[in-house]
């Protein structure tokens, strides 16, 4: 029962999502036929869903509001934003309610009760005005449909039998079939195992189109599925059933006009343009079935275990290649390089599956802005651009709440009162864009609004108050923006409810440092703020530099190298120092001495010049061995301590070497070496 | 005789200094020969560094200097025991590095001792008992307690014993040694 569950709540929350999605499109254009459609069909499987795994909660909750969509569709109620704000508190309550299935908590069961009643109350709203409507509000009664089914050519091959679905299709209520044959070859060239024939249904049912449509579920691709709803239901008398059947098999398939044609003594003519209407929005449900059927879900740990063997393949791959290498047999080393080719591509595949589009994300951030410029007062626009943009499936996950975080401060504090861009010459409608793009084996995400801006002077002033830097510290612009990272920071005059509690900001900066991301803020006063978050690919597989340092050989994420430089020896003094290469002076950290591994004694040191928190950084290794794909493994609970290493990779001799986490590494560095001298001085210049 | 079968237990003996101490076979994986370990720097003295484990990270530690004994150099009959142990709700897998392995020991329930509860010299919470086999004492240790502390632990009680030092500081092995060498 417990994974029923787990399955049913897992499929709600995507339909909730999806509902969203389709809620705020619809809000966009509340004559939207597309949207509505999608908002309705949503709701049906949920409720579908629902009754079937026996949360009779959700399904008469949804039963409802799915009434009001259905009174929308058929035009006999009239969509306002007054619905959709309802629908969309309803989608949230819904939202909760499935996580948190027990009902212990009395406040839910509250505000189900009173958006129950709101709900109702447009529903029964409707019956009144509209008293055609009835029967679509309730437990839809009975209905007409004619369904039009021509098997694709194969689907006797595929081992279906449409005799099969249209013995299921009358099972649901009352009507007659029509088989046609208009494409029926000659004997000599008819092949038996191929469909040529079409049906055309008439039924009378008191089932909705959804349970239809389930009729057809597994029907492969390459059939043509047709519903259509008579508006009004007709009642299939046995004297219309005889006309139907009396119909010439030469004349079929009829097609529906004809078949109207043929009801016309009951049907009334304006009701025609209805059908009409509907068969435009009906047509998206086919190509749309298809698409779900080429894909397949697959839980994510089975794609966690496919990574790992993949990863491991890779690292005995790369052993394998080097034991060839020294055996210096021709074939074995064809055979090996083909192997070696092959595996990379698994890779590369495997590792192609794991990646989804930051668009998954959109649609929570497009609720944030909608909702809370509302709360707010003010006139907010999101656009974003590049959202098909890749990511690893667990970066995606991870990324989600610092950037609500980082959006919600634009919402608050970038962007001002409709009033006060006025007077400052704007527009009264703001603008936050999102934009997404790859860069090497980095995705940069920039969140940018065109807002107020931040002052610099202001956070330097804010953080001397809160001691964060002495009065005398001499700081970059950039590293005066990093000071909103530190923890207790909050430059908003006001402590509001959405954001500016001191918290978040730096809770942003951790979660993507654990991301082996890092984030950069730009900023002109009156003009706007833009955050660039750097991002790597994927967290498992990285290519990397390999240096060594002492005995031991490490890694270095080579998407955080900008350049290396030789040095002699006898530059290096100690731990820490400034050192001018390319003309710039730039600090550099001995890792060597800063690791307390022993000194090779050689004459020539590499410099690695690296980017951290927009400032140039060196580090100095004894050598460079060269780039190497690194399969990255968790160090693990044993050596939680050691934050300067992300983790650990097997080199091809089956070594072990450590990945540095630079971001942590010069972290830790930079704050050992001020310890020691004056702050601003040293590590800022 | 059929009761003992019931009622026997496998353990593995191995050799620290010149303890022999043994653990029930059912947390031990494997046992294997010590390959290249990587140091991570900066970490306790007593975590010796990381193997390749057949593709994954393995954490090994150096059993001596946990246990406060002088550190020594590796010898051919030094050895990882692979161990699974549940640290703060969760599964971890990690290397021992002992002196030499002895053999696996059927040992029948009644044969265990309780760990005296003083007087012994030992400390009794991180032993499950104490067996005697021909002129051998062997101490059965609560591996689980032992490798989840992140601590060096002196196995002997001494006047300050109950936690070791802080992690990362050595304790002087000489105190100990004497002590050993008092019991012995």
């Known amino acids: 029962m417990d994974s029923l569950q787990h399955i049913f709540i897992q499929e709600a929350t995507e339909l909730l999502s999806e509902l969203e999605e389709a809620l705020l499109a619809f809000e966009n254009n509340l004559e939207d036929r597309d949207s509505m459609e999608r908002i309705f069909r949503a709701m049906h499987t949920l409720k579908g869903a629902s009754s079937m795994f026996g949360f009779t909660d959700v399904n008469d909750f949804t039963h409802e509001l799915e009434s009001i969509y259905d009174a929308l569709r058929e035009g006999t109620l009239k969509a306002t934003p007054g619905i959709l704000e309802l629908t969309l508190e309803a989608v949230d309550h819904l939202g909760e309610f499935i996580k948190n299935p027990s009902h212990e908590d009395e406040s839910i069961k509250k505000r189900q009760k009173t958006l129950l009643e709101k709900i109702k109350a447009y529903n029964t709203g409707l019956t009144p005005t509209a008293p055609t409507s009835i029967k679509e509000t309730g437990n839809p009664s009975l209905a007409t449909f004619y369904i039009s089914f021509t098997p694709g050519k194969d689907i006797l091959k595929n081992g279906s039998n449409p005799l099969y679905l249209l013995e299921d299709l009358l099972e649901l209520g009352k009507g007659c079939v029509l088989p046609a044959f208009p494409h029926l070859p000659g004997f000599d060239t008819l092949d038996p195992t191929t469909c040529y024939t079409s049906f055309e249904v008439l039924l009378e049912t008191e089932h909705s189109e959804a349970d239809i449509e389930d009729v057809f579920l597994f029907v492969a691709d390459g059939s043509g599925i047709k519903i259509e709803r008579f508006v009004k239901p007709v009642t299939l008398t046995e004297a219309l059933r005889q006309k139907f059947l009396d119909t010439l098999p030469s004349e079929r398939p009829l097609g529906l006009e004809k078949v109207k044609g043929l009801m016309e003594v009951e049907e009334l003519p304006e009701e025609g343009q209805a059908v009409v209407a509907k068969n435009s929005t009906k047509k998206n449900i086919l190509p749309e079935n298809k698409a779900s059927l080429n894909s397949i879900r697959v839980s994510s740990e089975k794609l966690d275990a496919l990574m790992n063997q993949i990863s491991e393949l890779v690292t005995t791959q790369a052993r394998l290649s080097m034991l060839v290498n020294g055996l210096e047999v021709a074939e074995l080393g064809a055979i090996t390089e083909s192997m070696s080719k092959i595996t990379r591509k698994l890779r590369d595949n495997a590792f192609s599956i794991c990646l989804i589009p930051i668009d998954t994300l959109v649609v929570r951030f497009q609720r944030l802005v909608r909702d809370l410029s509302k709360e707010l007062g003010k006139n907010i626009e999101l656009i974003t651009e590049g959202t098909d943009t890749e990511l690893d499936k667990s970066v995606i996950e991870k990324l989600s709440d610092p950037l609500l975080h980082l959006m919600r401060n634009c919402i608050d504090h970038g962007i001002e009162s409709p009033a006060e861009r006025s007077r400052s010459g704007k527009s009264e409608k703001g603008t936050i864009r999102l934009e997404a793009y790859n860069s090497g084996t980095n995705v940069i995400i920039t969140l940018s609004d065109d807002g107020a801006g931040i002052d610099p002077g202001k956070i330097r002033a804010r953080a001397i108050e809160r001691n964060i830097i002495p009065a005398d510290a001499e700081l970059s612009e950039q590293e005066t923006y990093q000071l909103l990272f530190e923890a207790g920071f909050s430059t908003a005059e006001t402590v509001s409810d959405i954001s500016g509690r001191g918290v978040g900001m730096d809770v942003v900066k951790r979660g993507l440092e654990d991301l082996h991301g890092g984030i950069v803020i730009q900023s002109e006063p009156g003009k706007g703020t833009k955050f660039t978050i750097r991002l790597p690919l994927t967290l498992s597989i990285i290519d990397g530099l390999l240096v060594e340092i002492g005995e031991n050989t490490y890694v270095i994420p080579l998407h955080r190298v900008e350049k290396c430089y030789e040095i002699p020896a006898t530059l290096l003094t100690s731990i820490h120092q400034q050192i001018v290469l390319d003309g710039t002076r730039m600090p550099v950290f001995h890792l060597g001495e800063a690791l307390q591994c022993e000194n090779t004694a050689s004459t020539l040191n590499q410099v690695i010049k690296l980017e951290y928190e927009g400032k140039e950084v060196g580090v100095s290794v004894d050598a460079i061995i060269g780039e190497h794909q690194v399969v990255l493994k968790p160090l693990g609970h044993m050596y939680k301590e050691q934050e300067e290493f992300s983790g650990a990779t097997i080199l091809g001799d089956g070594t072990v070497a450590l990945v540095f986490d630079i971001d942590r590494l010069l972290k830790k560095l930079i704050s050992e070496s001020v310890k020691n001298v004056n702050y601003g001085k040293l590590s800022y210049q | ?184």
């Open chain 2, 1 to 184: 005789m059929e009761s003992s079968v019931i009622n026997s237990q496998s353990y593995l003996t191995f050799k620290l200094d010149n303890e022999i101490f043994g653990s029930t076979v059912n947390r031990i994986l494997e046992i294997i020969e010590v390959p290249k370990i990587t140091k991570v720097p900066k970490a306790p003295v007593y975590m010796r560094g990381v193997i390749n484990l057949r593709g994954r990270v393995l954490p090994v530690i150096d059993t001596r200097i946990k246990f406060g004994m002088p550190p020594i150099k590796d010898t051919v009959d030094t050895c990882i025991v692979v161990l699974n142990i549940e640290v703060d709700g969760q599964e971890i897998t990690l290397g021992a590095l002992v002196d030499a392995i002895q053999a696996v020991l059927e040992i029948e329930e009644r044969e265990i001792q309780d760990p005296p509860a003083f007087g012994s010299g030992y400390r009794s919470d991180l032993l499950t008992g104490m067996v005697k086999k021909q002129d051998d004492f062997i101490l059965v240790l609560d591996m689980e307690k032992v490798f989840s502390s992140q601590e060096i632990i002196t196995l002997k009680e001494s006047g300050t014993s109950e936690a070791g030092p802080k992690e990362g500081t050595k304790r002087t092995p000489s105190k100990n040694k004497n002590q050993q060498d008092s019991k012995n």
